[in-house]
Nanobody, 126 residues
Framework: VQLVESGGGLVQAGGSLRLSCAASGFTLDYYAIAWFRQAPGKEREGVSCISSSGGSTNYADSVKGRFTISRDNAKNTVYLEMNSLKPEDTAVYYC????????????????????WGQGTQVTVSS
C-alpha cells in the first residue's frame, strides 16, 4: 500500500501547480482522500479533501477559490490544482487516504487518515 505525491516545485507568487497523488497496491475507489500541508515549525493542516465518490469536497478557508481537488479513479490518482499561489502556501504537501464506508464521507481531520504519502515540496517565491 503506497501513496506517491508528485508535481511540487518552485513557483512565483500568482503561479500555479498541479499535485498528483498516485496509489499503488490498492484501489482508491473506496477511499476518501485528503491533502495536508506542513510548513516549517507549524502543525500539519488539512488543505482539501474529497469523498470516494468524488461528489463531496471540502477546503480550508485559506485555499478556497484557489485550489481544486479532483480524482480519477480509473487512474487511481487524486489531484490538487493550485492557482494564485501565495508565499504562505509554501509547505510540504502530503496526500492521505482512509477507507470510507460511505461514498460521501470526507474529512480534513489529520487523525482520520491511515495511509500517507512521503510528501512533495511546494515553494512559492514572492
Amino acid at each position: 500500500v503506497q501513496l506517491v505525491e508528485s508535481g511540487g516545485g518552485l513557483v512565483q507568487a500568482g503561479g500555479s501547480l498541479r499535485l498528483s497523488c498516485a496509489a499503488s497496491g490498492f484501489t482508491l475507489d473506496y477511499y476518501a482522500i485528503a491533502w495536508f500541508r506542513q510548513a516549517p515549525g507549524k502543525e500539519r493542516e488539512g488543505v482539501s479533501c474529497i469523498s470516494s465518490s468524488g461528489g463531496s469536497t471540502n477546503y480550508a478557508d485559506s485555499v478556497k477559490g484557489r485550489f481544486t481537488i479532483s480524482r480519477d479513479n480509473a487512474k487511481n490518482t487524486v489531484y490538487l490544482e493550485m492557482n494564485s499561489l501565495k508565499p504562505e502556501d509554501t509547505a510540504v504537501y502530503y496526500c492521505a487516504a482512509t477507507r470510507a464506508y460511505s461514498s460521501n464521507y470526507y474529512s480534513l481531520g489529520v487523525y482520520e487518515y491511515d495511509y500517507w504519502g512521503q510528501g512533495t515540496q511546494v515553494t512559492v517565491s514572492s
